[in-house]
């Protein structure tokens, strides 16, 4: 559980994002970044009680300005990634910190070049174990349905008039909840995470085994 005092300095910073700003109030933002990284820490030792977590990562407040015509100097937001014991379990989660715009996220965000073909390659042989995961109705009022970014026509040597080519042409296979900032503060907070954590298992199982073996289903894995 964190406390409230994360949205009123993030909601500080979104009013104040400068650097003079950001410089005088420095204490603040220390305080509030020790929290968050308890906070998250908690959370990993809470994960690795449901799942297996090899390393997880807090992203830095300061944005990357170098090539953005967004030129605000910090991030409004506090995330951080969580990462599966490769290289037999895939996948990841992240949780976002923003007033009123927290979410969690879990799946695939950016699959290699390798991983995304083999994935493409499975659901143009056969999606319907998948899409039985994701369509079931105790998985959908956990998770919603399956989002992430998408070519507007079929990936090249795949035909754009395949049956599954709306799954095919992702380039991203993610899923997201919405979080209230009163359910960040709960007590049951945890519980919440637990609850949606143990219901992504059945797409991350599928997942991971189908990047473990080839397309005749023999393991990859040494």
């Known amino acids: 559980m964190i406390s409230k005092n994360i949205f009123t300095f993030l909601n500080a910073l979104k009013n104040n994002n400068e650097r003079q700003?950001?410089?005088?109030?420095?204490?603040?933002f220390r305080t509030a970044e020790s929290e968050v990284k308890l906070f998250y820490s908690q959370l990993y030792d809470q994960l690795n009680q449901l799942d297996s977590i090899d390393n997880f990562k807090v992203f830095r407040i300061y944005r990357d300005i170098r090539f953005s015509k967004n030129k605000t100097p910090y991030k409004t937001h506090f995330g951080m990634a969580f990462h599966r014991e490769k290289p037999?379990?895939?996948?990841?989660?992240?949780?976002?910190?923003?007033?009123n715009n927290s979410f969690l996220g879990v799946g695939f965000w950016g699959p290699s070049p390798k991983d995304l073909y083999r994935i493409r390659k499975e659901l143009e042989a056969d999606a319907d174990e998948l899409r039985?995961?994701?369509n079931k109705?105790?998985?959908?009022?956990?998770?919603?349905?399956?989002k992430g970014?998408?070519?507007?026509?079929?990936?090249?040597?795949?035909?754009?008039?395949?049956a599954n080519?709306?799954?095919i042409k992702k380039k991203q296979y993610t899923f997201y909840k919405e979080i209230t900032d009163e359910e960040l503060v709960s007590d049951d907070f945890s519980v919440l995470l637990e609850d949606h954590?143990?219901?992504i298992r059945p797409y991350f199982d599928y997942m991971s085994n189908l990047l473990t073996t080839n397309l005749n289903g023999e393991s990859l894995l040494s």
């Open 21 to 28: 700003w950001f410089k005088e109030n420095i204490s603040t």
């Open 197 to 199: 954590f143990k219901h």
């Open 165 to 167: 080519i709306d799954l």
């Open 149 to 162: 970014d998408e070519l507007k026509t079929a990936p090249k040597g795949f035909n754009k008039t395949h």
């Open 88 to 99: 037999a379990l895939r996948g990841g989660y992240y949780i976002h910190i923003e007033p």
């Open 137 to 146: 109705p105790t998985f959908k009022k956990y998770w919603g349905i399956l």
């Open 132 to 134: 039985e995961i994701i």
